[in-house]
């Protein structure tokens, strides 16, 4: 399993670029979002993989940060959607926008992906719903060569996943938990942990 390679670009393609890494050229196919980052980068770059390997081919794919990679993993799990449709997902969304539309059961938002039609908008929006909180950090980048390629978790995303979990053990569903924490934020709630759990309550009782 290749999980990270750490280069320089040398080629860039439409969503794959190309990787030297030690005279080693790795084609990386990434989303059109994660292509944008890397454009902007310059001198080496770490890039988190994930390598599919099928009876005639492998191919590798590449991520801006943890984040995105097990976005991409859990679209993959989704019934009619294969790397293309889930690249394809990444490109319009972010893992914390993906998490909002799940959460908030916004089919519209995945439909506006290349290739994505209102079922499997739909589809992606029900499996997923429970499984949300395995994407493992909300936004940061692991591109440049300056972290190391460590993608640290901020501390809001931290704090809201504290809630969630909080509220899940209260007895709440996930998705429902997560859109209260959203709207609460959104509504300008405090970021400590008591006082923002307080107003997720409170936007589900609304």
């Known amino acids: 399993m290749i999980a990270q390679l750490r280069g320089t670009i040398v080629h860039t393609g439409t969503q794959m670029v190309i990787v030297d890494v030690q005279g080693v050229g790795y084609a990386v196919h990434v989303s059109g979002r994660t292509q944008t980052q890397l454009n902007a980068v310059s001198g080496d770059v770490t890039i988190p993989t994930e390598l599919q390997v099928r009876e005639d081919s492998m191919t590798l794919f590449g991520f801006a940060d943890a984040a995105e990679r097990d976005a991409f993993r859990l679209l993959i799990t989704v019934q009619g959607v294969g790397a293309k449709a889930a690249m394809a997902i990444l490109s319009v969304l972010d893992p914390n926008a993906l998490t909002q539309a799940i959460a908030a059961g916004d089919k519209a938002m995945v439909a506006r992906a290349d290739g994505i039609g209102p079922k499997i908008a739909q589809r992606v929006v029900n499996e997923l719903s429970e499984k949300i909180g395995k994407i493992s950090s909300l936004g940061g980048t692991a591109l440049g060569a ?61």
């Open 146 to 206: 300056d972290n190391g390629g460590a993608a640290p978790e901020s501390a809001e995303a931290s704090t809201q996943q504290d809630v969630v979990s909080a509220l899940v053990n209260l007895g709440y569903g996930r998705s429902e938990a997560h859109a209260a924490v959203v709207r609460a934020q959104r509504a300008g709630a405090d970021t400590n942990l008591s006082s923002l759990i307080a107003a997720a309550l409170r936007e589900m009782g609304a």
